[in-house]
């Protein structure tokens, strides 16, 4: 270890120390960007920097652990990002589902698919199947996973959904359009059932959220953090938490 590791490591402590775990928030969302930029600073491939980033994600969980967060989004793969290269886009579809694989197969967290399922090759839509079923009764952290998701396209999921529910039950579009609410569009999201992310934190320097959970984050925080993801350490995973901590939310009141 480095001077540069101690220091870092002692900072990360202190910081730790003066958390406040009852202002922890529950569920955080992650735009884990800048994959390539770090492969290129560091001379490497962007299958490289989507691996190196892949890797980060187990010390993320294990730091959410300590934290007592409860729920946490990981967008890995967006609908726009199927606008890549084959000689990028495959490896990365394969770096996901190993990454996926190894969630599943750690026995600490419930693995729960956000995105749309058909946008996936075979073998993927598979290995998230097989990884949610795995999990289905762990009692751990739930992670979601977003492969192949948008913002919009989930809204637009939701509420064909919706009326596919209520015409299954026969109800009329004009009964249907005196009941519908956020509340109602809420129950066909993917992330349903769960509470809306708290914080969101997005790496690389980017400042805008690209579609990322649009329905959810209305009253979200925000952290936008400098550094590329694969470097992200947990000092500043804890800036984060103690930025959010000392935030005033007021929910549009």
């Not at 994600?57 to 300590?66: A, H, K, N, Y």
């Not at 199927?82 to 770096?95: H, Q």
């Not at 800036?239 to 549009?252: C, F, S, V």
Request: overall charge negative; some cysteine; charged content about 25%.
């Amino acid at each position: 270890m480095n001077l540069r590791d101690l220091v870092y490591g002692l900072y990360a402590r202190r910081v730790e120390g003066r958390l406040d775990h009852d202002q922890v928030p529950k569920h955080i969302g992650v735009i884990l960007d800048g994959n390539r930029r770090w492969a290129k600073a560091s001379g490497g491939s962007a299958v490289q920097g989507h691996q190196a980033g892949a890797d980060k994600i187990s010390e993320l969980l294990g730091w959410c652990s300590e934290t007592d967060v409860e729920v946490v989004t990981l967008w890995l793969l967006s609908t726009d990002n199927f606008d890549r290269p084959e000689a990028e886009l495959i490896p990365l579809l394969g770096i996901i589902e190993n990454t996926v694989s190894n969630l599943a197969a750690d026995g600490r967290w419930r693995v729960h698919h956000v995105g749309t399922l058909d946008l996936l090759p075979a073998r993927t839509q598979t290995v998230l199947k097989e990884a949610e079923q795995a999990t289905a009764g762990i009692d751990g952290i739930i992670v979601n996973v977003a492969v192949g998701y948008g913002g919009r396209q989930e809204i637009a999921d939701a509420v064909r959904s919706l009326l596919l529910d209520h015409a299954s039950k026969g109800t009329s579009f004009e009964e249907l359009a005196e009941v519908v609410s956020t509340d109602l569009i809420s129950e066909h999201l993917y992330t349903r059932g769960q509470p809306d992310p708290d914080l969101v934190i997005r790496t690389s320097g980017e400042q805008r959220l690209s579609g990322f959970m649009l329905w959810q984050s209305a009253h979200s925080e925000y952290y936008f953090c400098e550094v590329f993801w694969p470097a992200f350490r947990k000092v500043d995973f804890l800036r984060a938490l103690r930025d959010y901590a000392a935030r005033h939310r007021r929910y549009g009141t």
